[in-house]
């Protein structure tokens, strides 16, 4: 399922709220998810890429190309690795 530029907002949004972050907090397609070590790697281990934002944090990004049923699969694996070291 391809998005719509307004849904990214909506699915950042869905996302943050998915991994434990305050939606609020989300005012772009920008997802800021506090950095860990190995964090990243253990994210693209599962096929979910993250950047780098700032110093202590990564960042994922939602766009056209990510519908619904990405972000729920992108919840589902990022609450794997988040829920092993948390």
Known sequence: VVGEPLDDHARAQRLAEGVG??????????????DEPGLRERLLER??????LRPGWRRAVTH?????AEIEQAIERMQEVLSVHA
């Open 47 to 52: 096929g979910v890429g993250v950047g780098g």
């Open 64 to 68: 056209l190309d990510i519908g619904d």
């Open 21 to 34: 972050i305050d939606p609020a907090s989300v005012e772009t397609n920008f997802v800021p998810i506090p």
